[in-house]
Each structure stands twice: as structure tokens, then as C-alpha cells.
């Protein structure tokens, strides 16, 4: 199953962006990426997902690269309500979602 | 409004008793899925489920069992054989595109049990 490497935490001050990056050099040609997050003690929350093409939505951008093998999300103006675990993953051969332990973003004032 | 339900919230077990707990969405997805979250970790896949009766076991099975006899509802038994069952347990469905390629996870709130 392809598997994800993310940094364990990150700090950003609000009102800047937040860039987490995702090393995923296993990934195969069909295989979409998926960011979600999770605020202490609530289930995970969608944020966006990719295949090729770099994807926004009104939550954040997702930048996958030409290779696919690595890819950058991005909350464009962060706020302190964004401080979670951000998840970044792909999907295991049997289809279902391999989550590893994330990203922890601290969002300072 | 549609969404997956979780409950209890909170759960407390004495050694040696089975417990279930309860995992109903609305939105009409095929798959269903059982995770377990430990402090500071990752989760981990316990079972799923992609069709009604029939149901798969994950990673971290042993100690566990599910049911999937409606769409709707997926409920997870946690055995007095599951040696360490304290930890977050969370719920998700997902909705499968003609393609193949699954949209995404929509998650419950999850139930935290603990063993006392």
C-alpha cells in the first residue's frame, strides 16, 4: 500500500498561509490523494482531495506535483480555529483510507 | 440534514464484558468503516464493510466483530477478548463513483470507551 511521510508538527502565525507538505513517492497512477483534519477528541473532517490537477475549494488549495510524488497543502489565510492534525493519505490497495499520524499545525497569534 | 451518528459518546466497560457500540448514517453510502485512535496516534482500520452482509476485517480485527445487516447501520461489538480496548473509536462512510474511486470519508464523533 502506497504511505504517506509528513512533518510531525508545524507552527503558523495567524493571518499567513499554511503550507504542509506530503511526501508520497509510492503512489500509483490512479491512486488519489486526501487531506483531512482532526480537532482533539471529533472525527476527521474532509478538506480536499487530488489526482493530477491542483484542486481549491473554499477550505484550502492542494498542490500535487508533476510526479505525483509529492504534494502541498494550503490554508491561505490560517486562523486559530485551524489548528488540528492535518491528514494526508492515499488509498490502500483494498480501497479503503491508510491514515498515518499527521501533521500537527499549531496556529499562533 | 444527512450524516453519520456515533453513540454513546462515552462508553465505560468492565474487564471481561462484550460491549457494542452504535455507528447510522442517512446518506445512503455503501461502505462503511470501523477505526480505533490511540492518544498521539494515527487510525488504525478495525473493519469495513462495502455492501450490506458482508464485511471485511482490517488491521487490528482480532478482539472485535461487526454486523452489517442493514445499509444503514454498522454497529462493532468490542470482545472480552480485545485486551486493551481503551481508545477513541471512530465510525465513516464513504459513496463509491461508477469510476471505482471513492469521494471521501464522512466520519462520526466518535465514542471513547474505557476500561475500568
Known amino acids: 500500500d502506497a504511505k504517506t511521510t509528513q512533518p510531525t508538527s508545524m507552527d503558523c502565525a495567524e493571518g499567513r498561509a499554511a503550507n504542509l507538505p506530503c511526501n508520497h513517492s509510492?503512489?500509483?497512477?490512479?491512486?488519489?490523494v486526501y487531506w483531512y483534519r482532526q480537532i482533539h477528541s471529533q472525527g476527521p473532517q474532509y478538506i480536499i482531495h487530488g489526482l493530477k490537477n491542483n484542486e481549491t475549494n473554499e477550505m484550502a488549495s492542494l498542490i500535487i506535483t508533476e510526479d505525483r510524488k509529492s504534494s502541498t497543502l494550503i490554508l491561505p489565510h490560517a486562523t486559530l480555529r485551524d489548528t488540528a492534525v492535518y491528514y494526508c493519505i492515499v488509498e490502500g490497495s483494498q480501497g479503503n483510507l491508510i491514515f498515518g499520524k499527521g501533521t500537527k499545525l499549531s496556529v499562533k497569534p | 440534514d444527512g450524516g453519520i451518528t456515533q453513540s454513546p459518546k462515552y462508553l465505560f466497560r468492565k474487564e471481561g464484558q462484550n460491549v457494542t457500540l452504535s455507528c447510522e448514517q442517512n446518506l445512503n453510502h455503501d461502505a462503511m468503516y470501523w477505526y480505533r485512535q490511540d492518544p498521539g496516534q494515527g487510525l488504525r482500520l478495525i473493519y469495513y464493510s462495502q455492501i450490506v452482509n458482508d464485511f471485511q476485517k482490517g488491521d487490528i480485527a482480532e478482539g472485535y466483530s461487526v454486523s452489517r445487516e442493514k445499509k444503514e447501520s454498522f454497529p462493532l461489538t468490542v470482545t472480552s477478548a480485545q485486551k486493551n480496548p481503551t481508545a477513541f473509536y471512530l465510525c465513516?462512510?464513504?459513496?463509491?463513483?461508477?469510476?471505482?474511486?471513492?469521494?471521501?470519508?464522512?466520519f462520526g464523533s466518535g465514542t471513547r470507551l474505557t476500561v475500568v
Open positions: 509510492t503512489i500509483s497512477g490512479n491512486e488519489y
Open positions: 465513516a462512510s464513504s459513496i463509491d463513483l461508477p469510476q471505482g474511486i471513492s469521494y471521501g470519508y464522512t
